[in-house]
């Protein structure tokens, strides 16, 4: 049961442009979302969060949206650049829960 | 501060065999979680533990698989007899408290041939 999903699986965008990932979860008691990005051959790292109180979040090029009604989350990351290639996976979680359910992930190539 | 250490970093093991994985949390965190990863899908959870203790293992397989976190030494995920199915790439993660995020290490493929 896929309670977190990403339905693009890759995205290729050019140097300097906006990204755009998206990630929609069907389970109501997640209130803590998280995103994070994977290189080949290493772990996830963490890039950013957001907790169901808010509805944005910004890091520096990188900000999250939650749409709590539609159960929707999105990464926006501005402006894209080459290091940004990598593998972005989508997180939830209840509040004090320690189990994150994740997506299968987005492939983004930033074309030079 | 060293990250969260997995090793081996790729395992090979005939089917039948056993696996043994291992991970070093991240000092001064006392939580552990063990993920999977399949081909084409995301992170699944496995099993959560802290020292001496297993506190969830809900989405650790019944059969084969077992996990530990001793008072000394590194959190070890055993899989006996494996099957090809159990080829995936396992992800060790760490935090200090258990609602913080969590850091994951760079995980071990394994391959059952």
């Known amino acids: 049961d896929q309670q977190v999903k990403q339905n693009s699986p890759s995205l290729s965008v050019q140097e300097g442009r906006i990204s755009i990932l998206n990630c929609d979860y069907t389970?109501?008691?997640?209130?803590?979302f998280l995103w994070y990005k994977k290189y080949p051959a290493e772990g996830p790292t963490f890039l950013i969060s957001?907790?169901?109180?808010?509805d944005k979040n910004e890091d520096g090029r990188f900000t999250v949206f939650l749409n709590k009604s539609a159960k929707h989350l999105s990464l926006h990351i501005v402006p894209s650049q080459p290091g940004d290639s990598a593998v972005y996976f989508c997180a939830a979680r209840g509040s004090n829960d320690y189990k994150l359910s994740f997506g299968a992930g987005t492939t983004v190539t930033v074309r030079a | 501060n060293a990250g969260v250490m997995q090793n081996p970093r790729h395992l090979v093991r005939r089917r039948g065999q056993e696996a043994r994985l291992r991970c070093s949390p991240m000092k001064g965190h006392s939580h552990v979680y063990w993920y999977r990863q399949l081909p084409e899908e995301g992170l699944k959870f496995m099993v959560y533990l802290q020292k001496e203790n297993i506190i969830d293992e809900s989405g650790m397989p019944k059969e084969r698989f077992s996990a530990e976190f001793p008072k000394e030494g590194p959190s070890i995920l055993r899989i006996q007899q494996v099957v090809r199915g159990d080829s995936a790439a396992y992800f060790c993660?760490?935090?200090?408290?258990?609602?913080?995020?969590?850091?994951f290490g760079q995980g071990t493929r394994l391959t059952v041939v």
């Open positions: 389970n109501s008691m997640f209130d803590y």
């Open positions: 993660a760490s935090s200090p408290l258990i609602d913080t995020e969590a850091f």
């Open positions: 957001i907790s169901s109180i808010k």
